[in-house]
């Protein structure tokens, strides 16, 4: 399978590890729509590429990574096109929060808006020392259209989601790190270094594992304890009788280092 080409992005593939860059450096890596479309274009060739294990999202540079949407084209929508186009970036953020692959935003500079929504999308977060999140949307006579409304509640809680969502105030890494918006802070010049040390740790353990770890999470997000505890359940059964699970318990007694097929 040919590897695909864009105009807004640029990736490259290492030992099963994919680093992704938002390639619009002299805007500070704006989402336009045509990018939107690019990024659900390329995490759906991922899912399916048996060649990418892990991917590490970041923008181009060093002062943003996604700086919010692109206003000038935004200002142009009329009411049915608004609606379509925040139905788009909600496509984008479940795409990026459902992959069977982790993704992990190495946050280099600027994530607001709708760069924040991505974020937050991304199952890891971690963040370059001179990262600012904000959701600014109120500011403009907008909500966050991306699922910021629903996944920062979720992610920090209701009270401080509703801080950030209703002052459009802008947090650096310290405080994003404290309210746990991001994993980790990192300086910005070992920034993918160290995903990339994370992401080699990840790629090298069961694929069929990883994948319904994210689902069960995911799933058990939204419901009680009682019935997440059964989704859990559920999964831990099924991944059981894979060849994975019988090739990590086999090298766990055999002292070996497994060969992981992902089924």
């Given at each position: 399978?040919?590897?695909?080409?864009?105009?807004?992005?640029?990736?490259?593939?290492?030992?099963?590890?994919?680093?992704?860059?938002?390639?619009?450096?002299?805007?500070?890596?704006?989402?336009?729509?045509?990018?939107?479309?690019?990024?659900?274009?390329?995490?759906?060739?991922?899912?399916?590429?048996?060649?990418?294990?892990?991917?590490?999202m970041t923008g181009a540079g060093d002062k943003a990574f996604?700086?919010?949407?692109?206003?000038?084209?935004?200002?142009?929508?009329?009411?049915?096109?608004?609606?379509?186009?925040?139905?788009?970036?909600?496509?984008?953020?479940?795409?990026?929060?459902?992959?069977?692959?982790?993704?992990?935003?190495?946050?280099?500079?600027?994530?607001?808006?709708?760069?924040?929504?991505?974020?937050?999308?991304?199952?890891?977060?971690?963040?370059?020392?001179?990262?600012?999140?904000?959701?600014?949307?109120?500011?403009?006579?907008?909500?966050?259209?991306?699922?910021?409304?629903?996944?920062?509640?979720?992610?920090?809680?209701?009270?401080?989601?509703?801080?950030?969502?209703?002052?459009?105030?802008?947090?650096?890494?310290?405080?994003?790190?404290?309210?746990?918006?991001?994993?980790?802070?990192?300086?910005?010049?070992?920034?993918?270094?160290?995903?990339?040390?994370?992401?080699?740790?990840?790629?090298?353990?069961?694929?069929i594992a990883i994948r319904h770890t994210i689902k069960a999470v995911n799933q058990g997000e939204s419901m009680d304890i009682?019935?997440?505890?059964?989704?859990?359940?559920?999964?831990?059964?099924?991944?059981?009788?894979?060849?994975?699970?019988?090739?990590?318990?086999?090298?766990?007694?055999?002292?070996?280092?497994?060969?992981?097929?992902?089924?």
């Amino acid at each position: 399978m040919k590897n695909p080409e864009y105009k807004y992005l640029k990736y490259n593939i290492n030992n099963y590890i994919s680093t992704l860059f938002i390639n619009r450096e002299k805007y500070l890596n704006a989402l336009s729509k045509d990018i939107i479309v690019e990024l659900i274009d390329f995490y759906n060739w991922v899912d399916n590429n048996k060649n990418i294990k892990v991917i590490i999202m970041t923008g181009a540079g060093d002062k943003a990574f996604v700086a919010g949407a692109d206003i000038k084209e935004m200002s142009r929508l009329d009411l049915s096109k608004s609606k379509s186009y925040a139905a788009l970036g909600q496509k984008l953020t479940l795409i990026i929060e459902n992959l069977s692959k982790p993704v992990i935003a190495a946050i280099n500079g600027y994530a607001l808006g709708g760069g924040c929504e991505i974020a937050i999308a991304c199952h890891i977060r971690y963040a370059s020392t001179n990262s600012k999140f904000a959701q600014p949307e109120v500011g403009l006579g907008l909500i966050a259209g991306f699922g910021g409304t629903q996944r920062l509640s979720r992610l920090i809680g209701k009270g401080m989601a509703l801080e950030l969502l209703l002052s459009g105030k802008m947090i650096n890494a310290e405080e994003a790190l404290r309210i746990k918006l991001v994993n980790k802070i990192i300086d910005n010049n070992i920034l993918l270094e160290e995903c990339y040390v994370l992401a080699d740790k990840i790629k090298n353990n069961s694929p069929i594992a990883i994948r319904h770890t994210i689902k069960a999470v995911n799933q058990g997000e939204s419901m009680d304890i009682e019935e997440a505890l059964d989704v859990e359940s559920d999964l831990f059964s099924k991944v059981f009788h894979s060849s994975d699970c019988r090739e990590g318990l086999k090298a766990f007694l055999n002292k070996t280092k497994p060969e992981f097929l992902g089924n």
